[in-house]
């Protein structure tokens, strides 16, 4: 099969005491699929600064994609996310997988204070509630393992001036981690995996070729 191009969709390992993390469970479900000519490859990465980011850029390497999504989980909300702005910061107010707790530390020393995900936001979040699908742009990734992830492909991409959309989507918990965490919003599987179907197809729709952010 010959494909227009290739997306790479990014989810995280489980970490915060958790056993399965919604992100690398919904990504590995798309692993392979052709969506409007691209081919949609996948890439489980450890919730570790610093190696999260270089499995990321190994991928980039490999794959050539020309968008790039990364997903992770967002325990506390109770929609899908779609971020708008990646910051310069690393301050992890728990330890990742490894035990690194980075506080007040520049992800890339001299960077810019932030990025712009390149990602057609609100035309996704506007096709994503147009679905019955609960979610907003959000405008801080937070300061942890998923910012770092957003950061550093940014970064990596502009240095390098590499053809690729880079963003970031956060999804909420599934319902099987909350069974026991009365009042905590959770989201199925069937609904976060469509809802990163219609993000990448927006995406990678014509109609957004050229699309400039602001
Ligand atoms: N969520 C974390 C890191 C890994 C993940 O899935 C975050 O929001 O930073």
Redesign the pocket.
Known sequence: MLFVGRVLLT??????GETV????RAVSRLAGKSMDGYEVVTKVIP?VFGK?AQAVQQAIREFEPSVVIS?????STHSIRVERVAVNLDDASIP?NEGNQPRDAAIAAGGPVAYWSTLPVRPIVEALTGSMIPAYISYT?????????FYATSHFVAVNRLPVKVGFI??PYLPEQVVRKPHVPSMSEEMIVGALEIAVAVAVSPKMHGNSQL
Do not use: I, K, M
């Not at 993390?21 to 690398?24: D, I, M, R």
């Not at 990734?141 to 992830?149: R, S």
């Open positions: 989810g995280f390992e489980p970490f915060g993390n919604p992100a690398s919730t999260s997903v992770g989980q967002a325990g990742d990734a937070g300061t942890y393992v998923c910012n770092h992830v956060h999804v």
